[in-house]
């Protein structure tokens, strides 16, 4: 019952966008195994590229995508689908490139589904003329460059590393129903606090916690390591000691290591219901 519904709602976005020339250049190749490769481009003649790969980066972190690269000098972003369940398309990676060409820009698209995954043709044309349209209505005028938190880039065998610590070893249901809800929070969390190279946690967690006032406490672990190189994001090696003191409260340890010096650091994590299926850093 669950895939009927979502297949209906994904037909019906679809369905939205048939009659649009966000589809004319669309392409695809490649198979379920080892993966697809979906593609298509645009031209905007009267928008202005710096304008348009900064829209389309908003509209990215708002649908739920988590942006592994923002290059605005180059109009370049890469970013995995973060939100989504296995046949959603989690974690495909996608690939957006914005180019001045003139007063306008070409817009270059392409998403990837990982060996294995399946999902419809329809969700990618879906997603590709949302871009579009966030695009083509950016504006002609070159915006002020966006002020970033200070983060390495997150590699994609990261962003997957972190997916897959989600299995604890518990027999306990709420718990894991627990985790399940929060679980797309959490990874959003540890894959910023894992590239923070500065202390200034709350620019990237108050999106994601309870409070302002009590960030000053999440400093950035790499802060810790002595001989990792700081341009690379820190791993999230594991995450453990799972627990639920009641139904609106998850509690748990995150052990973060440097790939290139070994070293460890270990922080305790609080994460508070505050709606359904709303979870929150306290």
């Known amino acids: 019952m669950r895939i009927f519904i979502a297949t209906v709602l994904v037909l019906f976005s679809f369905n939205a966008f048939a009659d649009k020339d966000c589809l004319t250049n669309f392409t695809s190749e490649g198979f379920m195994i080892p993966g697809k490769t979906y593609k298509t481009f645009g031209d905007f003649p009267a928008i202005n590229s710096?304008?348009?790969?900064?829209?389309?980066?908003?509209?990215?972190?708002?649908?739920?995508?988590?942006?592994?690269?923002?290059d605005e000098e180059n109009g370049e972003?890469?970013?995995?689908?973060?939100?989504g369940t296995v046949n959603q398309g989690s974690h495909d990676p996608y690939h957006i490139i914005a180019t001045q060409v003139g007063t306008g820009t070409h817009l270059s698209l392409i998403y990837k589904t990982i060996h294995r995954r399946w999902i419809g043709e329809e969700a990618i044309q879906n997603i590709f003329c949302g871009t579009m349209n966030v695009a083509?209505?950016?504006?002609?005028?070159?915006?002020?460059?966006?002020?970033?938190?200070n983060l390495a880039p997150v590699t994609y065998d990261q962003s997957l590393t972190?997916?897959?610590?989600?299995?604890?070893?518990?027999?306990?249901?709420?718990?894991?129903?627990?985790?399940?809800?929060?679980?797309?929070?959490?990874?959003?969390?540890?894959?910023?606090?894992?590239?923070?190279?500065?202390?200034?946690?709350?620019k990237i967690l108050s999106k994601f916690s309870v409070s302002d006032d009590n960030l000053n406490h999440f400093n950035s672990p790499m802060l810790e390591t002595k001989k990792h190189d700081q341009h690379v994001c820190l791993d999230v090696?594991?995450?453990?000691?799972?627990?639920?003191?009641?139904?609106?409260?998850?509690?748990?340890?995150?052990?973060?290591?440097?790939d290139d010096s070994d070293e460890e650091v270990i922080r305790s994590?609080?994460?508070?219901?505050?709606?359904?299926?709303?979870?929150k850093l306290n």
């Open 50 to 70: 710096l304008a348009a790969i900064q829209q389309v980066y908003k509209s990215l972190l708002i649908q739920g995508f988590l942006v592994t690269k923002f």
């Open 162 to 202: 972190v997916a897959n610590r989600f299995e604890p070893r518990t027999r306990d249901e709420q718990l894991k129903a627990q985790i399940r809800e929060a679980r797309v929070t959490i990874t959003n969390i540890l894959l910023n606090v894992s590239c923070l190279k500065d202390d200034q946690a709350e």
């Open 237 to 258: 090696d594991e995450i453990k000691n799972w627990s639920s003191p009641s139904d609106t409260v998850l509690k748990f340890d995150v052990v973060f290591k440097a």
């Open 77 to 83: 972003i890469f970013a995995v689908r973060a939100n």
């Open 269 to 279: 994590y609080e994460m508070h219901r505050i709606a359904s299926a709303v979870w």
């Open 136 to 149: 083509k209505n950016a504006g002609n005028v070159a915006p002020p460059r966006l002020t970033l938190p």
